[in-house]
């Protein structure tokens, strides 16, 4: 089903003007209302009045992370704060997260997206679905409820956690859909084999992201529970899931364009590239008011197709990711950068041990173990100094990027030493 | 008197102990006594040996993490409740053990080592009950 058919169908050139009076709009609001942008574009020598569509597009400054890290926590709203209603925030490159902020005109919006994408996957507001996104500062959770609720379905707002529970409710009530990870969904399949139920769900769609997965889990994940999947895209530094959604035909995720304008660059180079050649994917928020963004860079490496698809739908879309352009892990849906293991073991030691990280995924859960070496100002000839540096640095660690990691000592010099940039990531996922 | 203890981290993998006492024997360190204390992910080996300094210079040559520990090296009589009695005497003085091992069993006394919270106060304690401590020579030439 097309939720919104106005905007999901419209030609491009009708498109390209939407966009094109959107983008002044919030290139003015921006300018306006907050002061590191106003420098940025200065900076360049751009103006609102140069932006008249968005042809004018890359006159603009990119932001990435950094501009959210020094700008914490709130110094890229555009918003006063007594019009945001709401706050996420995800784990920035280093200590502070990224923090972002909602009016209720977003949330509605953010509603709007994620009831399309919810659509796409042929829910109605006939279907009960669990919401098993952790719930939080996390956008998966409040982001997948606020759409469910939108489209009209009956919510469960289970979280993650208790799985058990969860298959017993979606038993019990019936469950036709569900939000979640896909390598919990898999979990979750087990479990229910586990408990003979699988035959008897009456489970027939599932949205699933916040993680990279590859089309052979999917149709493992089809496969093992007779329903049909679909991938959810999103980042909260633009809104969170519902920034795009792949529909029957698989051939890619809808973009919703509309509000997001969608940009694929060279990240060495910076230049835009054509339609169909991978490289960075970019996005300019055009009706955000808590948090606009002009031009941020996601990582996500990807390639884009304008072409009208087979659901009817002209909303351009953007292929299965093909990796990132930095070393930002997504583990269990949390966001892990390298760099927070090492400031948080930095700031508990003094100077970085040696270390690895370490990912794996064990019956479709994701794991995290940290290697650090055991230098002579750990060492101890108790054990139980020994375990209460493990514990200790495993708190730390926790704390950082929250998430449960296991930390494991190791002897000295046995950790890959490389060459050239340090590895300090193993990550043993198979996901191509 | 105090004795000197090498210890080496061991991580839990296949060989690991046998290269540590292969240094060890490459170097000429004897080992007169240990203990091998085991965690789910990695072992403690305490050692005590004819040469410590040469034996904890030479593992960290090969990679060890390898360090010199004070401890308690008693000679007690073989007799039944003797150890009691000495631990009690450590007890009522509230210090820990933190970790005890056999050193020889000789035909009448057997020797431990003995690592304590307070090992200066346990050393005055139990010269007091007069037995017999071990100094650096005696391990030497045992």
Known sequence: ?432 | MFIKQLSVFIENREGRLEEVLETLKQNNVNIVSLSLADTSDFGLLRLIVSDPEAGRNALKENGFSAMVTDVLAVRLAHRVGRLQELLDVICKAHINIEYMYALATGKDDASIIIKTSDLNKALELLESEEVEIFTLKDIETL
């Open chain 1, 1 to 432: 089903m097309i939720w919104n058919e106005t905007k999901e169908c419209m030609s491009r050139d009708e498109m390209t003007v939407l966009q094109g009076k959107r983008l002044v709009k919030v290139v003015d609001r921006v300018y306006h209302n907050v002061e590191y942008y106003r420098k940025k574009m200065q900076a360049l020598g751009v103006e609102p009045g140069d932006i008249n569509g968005i042809e004018d597009l890359r006159k603009l400054p990119f932001t990435t992370k950094n501009d959210l890290r020094d700008t914490y926590p709130f110094g890229l709203f555009a918003a006063p704060q007594s019009e945001i209603v709401r706050i996420h925030a995800s784990s920035g490159t280093t200590g502070k997260a990224t923090v972002v902020g909602y009016t209720r005109r977003d949330i509605d919006i953010w509603a709007e997206c994620v009831a399309r994408a919810f659509a796409q996957a042929g829910i109605t507001k006939n279907d009960i679905i669990q919401v098993a996104y952790g719930y939080g500062l996390f956008t998966g959770g409040l982001g997948a409820h606020y759409g469910a609720e939108h489209l009209g379905a009956t919510v469960v707002p289970m979280s993650t956690g208790n799985t058990k529970k969860l298959t017993t409710m979606m038993m019990d009530f019936g469950v036709t859909a569900i939000a979640c990870t896909p390598s919990y969904l898999l979990h979750i399949a087990e479990t229910l084999e586990e408990e003979g139920n699988i035959q008897n769900v009456k489970l027939k769609a599932a949205i699933c992201g916040a993680e990279p997965w590859t089309e052979n889990m999917r149709l493992q994940i089809e496969e093992k529970l007779h329903i049909k999947a679909f991938d959810i895209y999103g980042l909260s530094e633009i809104m969170g899931p519902g920034v795009a959604c792949d529909c029957e035909f698989h051939k890619g995720l809808h973009v919703y364009e509309d509000h997001f304008l969608p940009e694929i660059i060279s990240p060495d180079t910076l230049e835009p590239l054509s339609e169909g050649e991978t490289g960075e994917l970019v996005f300019t928020t055009l009706t955000k008011e808590g948090i606009p963004l002009l031009r941020y860079r996601t990582k996500d490496l990807t390639s884009i197709d304008y072409g009208k698809c087979e659901c009817g739908r002209t909303l351009a879309r953007i292929s299965r990711f093909k990796g990132r352009s930095d070393d930002m892990l997504i583990i269990r849906g949390v966001n892990v950068f390298p760099s927070q293991v090492e400031a948080a073991l930095l700031e508990m030691a003094g100077t970085t041990p040696h270390y690895m990280i370490i990912v794996d995924r064990i019956n479709n859960l994701d794991t995290m173990e940290v290697q650090i070496e055991v230098e002579d100002r750990f060492f101890s000839d108790e054990i139980k100094e020994l375990e209460s540096l493990t514990k200790r640095v495993t708190h730390t660690l926790q704390n950082a990027i929250g998430l449960a990691v296991k930390v494991k000592l190791v002897e000295p010099k046995t950790l890959e030493r490389s060459m050239g940039k340090a590895v300090h990531v193993i990550d043993k996922r198979k996901l191509v």
